[in-house]
């Protein structure tokens, strides 16, 4: 078995998976949505030290496994450099203690492979990531060929949904909170400008679209009524922005099997949406599971099985965090 640990961010969760059967055995995750609320995003530092009581509190209901364990896997990229440590520290005391390897696994490979959980992969997939900290396009073969074909160039899609949240004093994580509110909101109300429309390129950009709201929540003042309407307006731009850049990618690269992964992913207006653009081409949407969306150690667990089968480990000293580090 393989106890993972994902800390990129906001989440602390620890899994054990089974290596031959891929099964989940156990997953915990406890979120510190609550805490940073009151701040409209997360706070690095809070984060870090609501990981150091909340890790050994999980770990604890696991040490039943430690005598099956074959390895431990940790997230030690990309994410928060002081909440990264937090998990990375846990898992090398763990190697160092049962004489196990360590894998380091990149937490955007995760949420790939959150697609696969207690599955085998079916490869080749295009894979939109939309998460707090990423908005890219890859072409994915297998593990070891993950090719990056677009991304964004400022904010990322989640991101802007937690600004947008944070301007009209909602809370965080704003993802779910505006896709509440625009529920009954009117997606016309707004004419907010499709972000990089005119340009030829396949890339993304979140800044501008959030400036324009910026301006409207500003111009709506006290009237929260009028938020509804904003929140609609600006969740129809948002993922119409995504789905004239997939059109065009389409146009060159016939999809397929397609897949949207990332916390993000868990936008039911955006997955209605893609499937809409999916379906004269024919091809498969996949999704994780509602669950498996957001950062979860199920994902880093799953990836780690394929990593352990190709002895990709990492020496302990060898093991540093790389809170940048993209695919
Ligand atoms: O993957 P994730 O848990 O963390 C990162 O790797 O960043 O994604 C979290 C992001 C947050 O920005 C959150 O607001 C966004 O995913 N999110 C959503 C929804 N649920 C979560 N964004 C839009 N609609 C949602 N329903
Ligand atoms: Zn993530």
Request: aromatic content about 8%; some cysteine.
């Amino acid at each position: 078995m393989i106890l993972s640990i994902e800390s990129s961010c906001d989440d602390s969760a620890i899994a054990i998976t089974d290596l031959e059967t891929k099964k989940l055995l156990f997953h915990k995750k406890i979120s510190q949505e609550i805490e940073h609320s009151i701040y409209g995003g997360v706070v690095p530092e809070l984060a870090a030290r609501l990981h150091a009581e909340a890790l050994p509190k999980i770990l604890a209901q696991v040490s039943e496994y430690f005598p099956k364990l074959r390895a431990v896997a940790v997230t030690a990229s990309p994410g928060l450099a002081v909440t990264l440590i937090e998990g990375v520290t846990m898992a090398k005391a763990i190697a160092v203690s049962l004489n196990i390897p360590l894998i380091a696994v990149n937490h955007l490979v995760g949420h790939i492979y959150s697609l696969f959980i207690e599955k085998e992969t079916s490869f080749p997939m295009s894979v939109l990531l939309v998460s707090g900290g990423h908005t890219q396009l890859m072409e994915v073969k297998s593990l070891e060929s993950i090719q990056t074909v677009a991304k964004s160039m400022d904010d990322s899609f989640g991101e802007s949904f937690d600004k947008v949240a944070k301007m009209m004093g909602l809370g965080y994580p704003g993802g779910p909170l505006i896709e509440n509110l625009a529920y009954d909101g009117d997606r016309l109300a707004y004419n907010f400008t499709v972000p990089l429309h005119q340009s030829p390129l396949i890339a993304f950009s979140y800044s501008g679209l959030k400036n324009a709201v910026r301006l409207a929540v500003e111009e709506a003042g006290s009237d929260t009524e009028k938020y509804k309407d904003i929140a609609a307006s600006f969740e129809h731009i948002a993922t119409k922005h995504l789905t004239m850049k997939l059109k065009k990618y389409f146009k060159t690269n016939r999809p397929k099997n397609f897949a949207i992964v990332g916390g993000a992913s868990a936008n039911l207006y955006l997955r209605k949406e893609i499937e809409k653009l999916l379906e004269p081409h024919g091809a498969k949407l996949h999704l994780s599971e509602l669950k498996y969306c957001a950062d979860n150690a199920a994902m880093i667990g799953r990836v780690a099985v394929e990593m352990y089968e190709k002895q990709m480990f990492t020496p302990i000293d060898a093991l540093e965090i790389a809170p940048k580090s993209a695919i």
